[in-house]
């Protein structure tokens, strides 16, 4: 049996677990390049970090339960990712009403 490599990145001192194929289909950016770091650690809140992680698992960016639109849309500027690629539940709620 083969086994998929997984890549391990520490976000705000938790561990996050990722394929390197799901990391290698997923969107270009920022995570991609850290995840060449042997130990790749990053100190950004973690519980944002879940959606950005998500996006990469299912191909599909909604914001994290409970956590605030708007400190989501900074972590998307520091990961690199175009919020063009938010789902609509999540663009029309929290990023389009004003
Ligand atoms: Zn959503």
Known sequence: MKTIPSIQVEVG???FK???EKLESGPPPRLKT???CPTPEVDRP???FKGILALYQTGELHIPEGSCPLAFLKELEFWE???SLMAD???NRHVVSK
């Open 34 to 36: 850290l995840c060449k």
């Open 81 to 83: 990712i175009d919020i």
């Open 89 to 91: 539940c999540c663009y």
């Open 13 to 15: 001192g938790k561990m």
């Open 46 to 48: 973690s519980y944002l």
């Open 18 to 20: 990722l394929s390197a």
